[in-house]
C-alpha cells in the first residue's frame, strides 16, 4: 500500500458523478480540495441530470471500481474515505470488500438515497445491504431526516424523532450525525457518539440554492476527520462549513441553485 504523506491529507471519494457538478463527486472534489487536502475518486455511477432533474443513471461495472480503489491504494494511502452514492446491493458488497481488505479507517457513509429531486438513487434492497455490510464497517453516517427515517425504521420530523433515530441507527455500528436542514422551525443537525447527544444549531438560511448539501457536509466531514479532528470537532466545523457553502450558493440552471463550498 502506498505511503501516507505526512504535510498532505488525502481523502478518498467513492460516489457518483453529477453530470450538472452541484453535487456527488464534483461537490466532493470542490470540497476537500478547498479545505487544504487531496481528493482522490473512484465513481460508482454517472448521472444524467440537471437542475431540473435525473434523467439517467449509468452503474459502473463493479470490477472497475475496484480497479480505481486499488490502484489508488497502491500508491497513496488515504487518510479518510467519503462514501456517496451506492446504487445497488452489488456495488455495496463491493465497497465493503475493499474496506475490509485495506482496513480503511475514517469511513464515513453519506447513505444517498434520493437525488433533492425525487429520483431513487439506491434500491429497497440495497439499504438492507447497507445497514448490514457497510455500516458496520464505518466510522460515521451522516443521513438527512428522509435517509435517518429509513434506516431506523420509521418517519423522522422533528428533533425528538431525531434523537431517537440516531440511537436507533447507532446499534448498526458507527457513530450518527442526523443533518436537519429540512426540519421546519429551525436548522439543527445531531451527532450521537453511543455516550452523548451533540447539538449544532444555526438560523436558516433563505435560499433555493441547496444542491450538494449532504454531499458537502460528509466530506467536509471526512477532511477534518483526515486532519486529526474528533468527531464532535470534525462534525462541527463540517456544520459550520456547509452553512457558509450554502450562504455563498448560486442560481445554476432552472431548478434548484447549487451550494458553493469554500474555506475562504
Known amino acids: 500500500m502506498g505511503i501516507r504523506n505526512n504535510r498532505m491529507r488525502y481523502v478518498l471519494t467513492i460516489a457518483g458523478s453529477d453530470s450538472c457538478g452541484g453535487a456527488g463527486i464534483q461537490a466532493d472534489i470542490k470540497t476537500i480540495t478547498s479545505l487544504g487536502a487531496h481528493a482522490l475518486t473512484a465513481i460508482t455511477a454517472l448521472t444524467a441530470q440537471n437542475s431540473?432533474?435525473?434523467?439517467?443513471?449509468?452503474?459502473?461495472?463493479?470490477?472497475?471500481?475496484?480497479?480505481?480503489?486499488?490502484?489508488?491504494?497502491?500508491?497513496?494511502?488515504?487518510?479518510?474515505?467519503?462514501?456517496?452514492?451506492?446504487?445497488?446491493c452489488l456495488v455495496i458488497e463491493t465497497v465493503a470488500k475493499v474496506i475490509r481488505k485495506y482496513k480503511f479507517e475514517n469511513v464515513v457513509v453519506d447513505p444517498v438515497m434520493k437525488a433533492s429531486t425525487g429520483w431513487d438513487l439506491m434500491d429497497s434492497s440495497a439499504?438492507?445491504?447497507?445497514?448490514?455490510?457497510?455500516?458496520?464497517?464505518?466510522?460515521?453516517?451522516?443521513?438527512?431526516?428522509?435517509?435517518?427515517?429509513?434506516?431506523?425504521?420509521?418517519?423522522?420530523?422533528?428533533?425528538?424523532?431525531?434523537?431517537?433515530a440516531a440511537k436507533e441507527i447507532k446499534k448498526l455500528g458507527p457513530d450518527v450525525i442526523i443533518t436537519g436542514g429540512h426540519l421546519e422551525e429551525s436548522c439543527i443537525d445531531i451527532l450521537y457518539d453511543g455516550k452523548d447527544i451533540?447539538?449544532?444549531?444555526?438560523?436558516?438560511?433563505?435560499t433555493g440554492n441547496t444542491h450538494g448539501t449532504g454531499c458537502v457536509?460528509?466530506?467536509?466531514?471526512?477532511?477534518?476527520?483526515?486532519?486529526?479532528?474528533?468527531?464532535?470537532?470534525?462534525?462541527?466545523?463540517?456544520?459550520?462549513?456547509?452553512?457558509?457553502?450554502?450562504?455563498?450558493?448560486?442560481?445554476?440552471?432552472?431548478?434548484?441553485?447549487?451550494v458553493a463550498p469554500s474555506a475562504k
Not at 439517467?56 to 479518510?80: C, H, M, N
Not at 451533540?198 to 433563505?206: A, L, S, T, V
Open 198 to 206: 451533540h447539538h449544532f444549531h444555526g438560523e436558516r438560511i433563505d
Open 127 to 164: 439499504i438492507t445491504s447497507l445497514k448490514e455490510l457497510l455500516l458496520p464497517l464505518s466510522r460515521v453516517v451522516t443521513p438527512n431526516l428522509y435517509e435517518a427515517g429509513t434506516l431506523a425504521g420509521s418517519k423522522v420530523a422533528n428533533l425528538d424523532e431525531m434523537e431517537w
Open 217 to 258: 457536509f460528509s466530506s467536509s466531514l471526512a477532511t477534518f476527520l483526515a486532519m486529526g479532528e474528533d468527531i464532535v470537532d470534525a462534525a462541527r466545523h463540517a456544520h459550520e462549513f456547509t452553512r457558509a457553502a450554502i450562504e455563498k450558493g448560486y442560481p445554476c440552471g432552472r431548478g434548484a441553485g447549487v
Open 52 to 88: 431540473l432533474g435525473v434523467s439517467s443513471v449509468y452503474e459502473i461495472p463493479v470490477k472497475f471500481i475496484s480497479k480505481q480503489i486499488d490502484i489508488v491504494t497502491e500508491d497513496i494511502l488515504p487518510d479518510a474515505i467519503k462514501i456517496g452514492m451506492m446504487p445497488s
